[in-house]
């Protein structure tokens, strides 16, 4: 009985250990996933704008930016706003939203992703340039991401529209 109790508890820890394991893996492997497709798309969002501010000490990113083929696209209004107290990226694609972005009104944006933490998750370079960083933090497991990205922007000219902020 002795030894059958030695084995099953090593057995147990062993299986134990395997599980908090994978649960690592995976959650790393999701929170880093989802803060990357945000970092590609805010990326996305500047290099492709006609116009970019950044607001609120570097939790907001307004832009002007083209979707769509070069035939049958359009500029549309973006707004980013890194919400510190949900830990989550939001995001807004209306252009009344943008216009008029505050602290309140950007915490009512959609949730692009969560598990999400920056101090100032938006800035500008010397050089012109806006610089990303953000951090993926898992909720229970796993180990946090940091992303720090440098975008030029392409600029797009845009005849007879302002930016809509």
Known sequence: ???????????????????????????????TGNVQTAARAIDQDVRYSSAYAIRQSGSMLLVRTWIGDP????????GWF???????LRRTTLQSATSTASLTSARTWDIYVRGVEASAPFSESAAGTVVIRLAGTPQSWGRAT??????SQRPQTEQGSAPCF
């Open 146 to 151: 940091e992303i720090e990205s440098t975008v």
């Open 82 to 88: 890194y919400d510190s107290s949900a830990k989550a």
């Open 71 to 78: 035939e049958t696209g359009k500029f549309v209004c973006r």
């Open 1 to 31: 009985m002795l030894l059958l109790g030695i084995v099953g508890t090593i057995v147990v820890t062993l299986l134990w250990n395997g599980v908090r394991t994978q649960l690592n893996v995976t959650e790393t492997t999701n929170n």
